[in-house]
């Protein structure tokens, strides 16, 4: 190899307890070859992170990448398979046919979705999250404030989503992607206490459909809360799509050697 032409990179964070985190939930080292730089890279990286104080790193592997980045992560790495996740392929959409009938449902029921500028309609998807994590009773580690979404909107500037039913904001999505890339994320999604049936899976058929139009190859929509395939969330995704890809997960200690 030559390794003045090869590299590994790592975007991180630190958190206020001292660890090594990934701001976008998946990271790990993403490089332009399999080389052999996984220990040089590690080696810099916590050298880097000792000198802040990083005591640990914790980090999903991206579903897309995994394969490549365990390469870089075989030394002194115990990585572990935690759960599979739902992506679409958009040039063949093929929903479950319980899913596109409760879609079809809800359109006929007088449901429309729409894309919006999402810095004059946060709040609308701001109010439906509050309500859905209350009906949910969500747990405190997965609520966010609307001082976080306002961030997330600023520097990732996803695509906003909103479903009208009589006059009213019944459902809303935040879809991350940028037409350099080939595939979206679908990231929140939100929806009201008396929404109509069906308009959830409406509003991810409109999602799929708004970023195929505008480039992108797959939409990934995530796994379950856990690793149980009649996990009621994961159910409701690979109702879209047959296409799977797995989680997996380190976590190690920052010494630097």
Request: charged share 20%.
């Amino acid at each position: 190899y030559d390794l003045k032409k090869d590299f590994i990179i790592q975007p991180v964070l630190v958190t206020k307890e001292g660890q090594l985190r990934h701001g976008f939930n998946f990271g790990g080292p993403i490089s332009n070859n399999p080389c052999n730089l996984g220990n040089i890279h590690r080696q810099q990286l916590y050298e880097w992170a000792n000198r802040r104080g990083v005591t640990n790193e914790y980090c999903t592997l991206n579903p897309f990448l995994w394969s490549e980045q365990i390469d870089h992560l075989k030394d002194n790495t115990t990585v572990q398979y935690v759960k599979e996740s739902v992506a679409i392929k958009l040039s063949n959409i093929k929903p479950r046919g319980t899913t596109r009938r409760l879609a079809t449902q809800a359109k006929n029921a007088g449901v429309i979705i729409n894309s919006y500028h999402i810095y004059q309609n946060l709040h609308h998807f701001i109010n439906l999250y509050e309500q859905t994590m209350a009906r949910k009773q969500a747990a405190d580690h997965w609520k966010f404030g609307a001082s976080w979404f306002e961030h997330f909107a600023k520097f990732i500037y996803p695509h906003l989503l909103l479903a009208h039913h009589e006059g009213k904001v019944v459902a809303a999505c935040l879809v991350a992607y940028k037409p350099v890339y080939q595939t979206a994320y679908y990231h929140f999604a939100a929806s009201a206490d008396n929404r109509p049936p069906g308009v959830n899976h409406m509003m991810v058929l409109a999602a799929a459909e708004m970023v195929k139009q505008q480039g992108a190859k797959y939409l990934y929509l995530g796994g379950g809360l856990t690793d149980r395939y009649d996990d009621p969330l994961f159910v409701f995704k690979s109702g879209f799509s047959k296409m799977r890809l797995p989680i997996w997960q380190y976590a190690r200690e920052t010494k630097a050697t």
